[in-house]
Nanobody, 124 residues
Framework: QVQLVESGGGLVQAGGSLRLACVVSGRTFSNYGMGWFRQAPGKEREFVSAISWTGGITTYADSVKGRFTISRDNAKNTVYLQMNSLKPEDAAVYYC?????????????????WGQGTQVTVSS
């Protein structure tokens, strides 16, 4: 079956950086778009970033544009989220997801497999 395993979360001070990784198994990774979403306590899950199957097209939520960078290594079945200049409002559980098609999307309905999440905590 398809499995996604996120890593790289942790505690960081405001202004710091973290790099999340998500390794996918059980699916031909290079054929599918990927996305990152996050959910803070008491809030709905929200879109963070997405990347197409080749990595040629990336999209970002306005709240993270210019600070976060999504990338992928198809040889390693891994998608990354480099997070710089972190703010307390970035604190959340971050989830990666495999899209149903070639493109990434800002809509969660476009994804059919999800990881278990990794916690990101940002201290002020």
């Amino acid at each position: 079956q398809v499995q996604l395993v996120e890593s790289g979360g942790g505690l960081v001070q405001a202004g710091g950086s973290l790099r999340l990784a998500c390794v996918v198994s059980g699916r031909t990774f290079s054929n599918y778009g990927m996305g990152w979403f996050r959910q803070a306590p008491g809030k709905e899950r929200e879109f963070v970033s997405a990347i197409s199957w080749t990595g040629g097209i990336t999209t970002y939520a306005d709240s993270v544009k210019g600070r976060f960078t999504i990338s992928r290594d198809n040889a390693k079945n891994t998608v990354y989220l480099q997070m710089n200049s972190l703010k307390p409002e970035d604190a959340a559980v971050y989830y990666c997801a495999v899209a149903k098609g070639y493109s990434g999307s800002r809509y969660s309905s476009a994804y059919d497999y999800w990881g278990q999440g990794t916690q990101v905590t940002v201290s002020s």
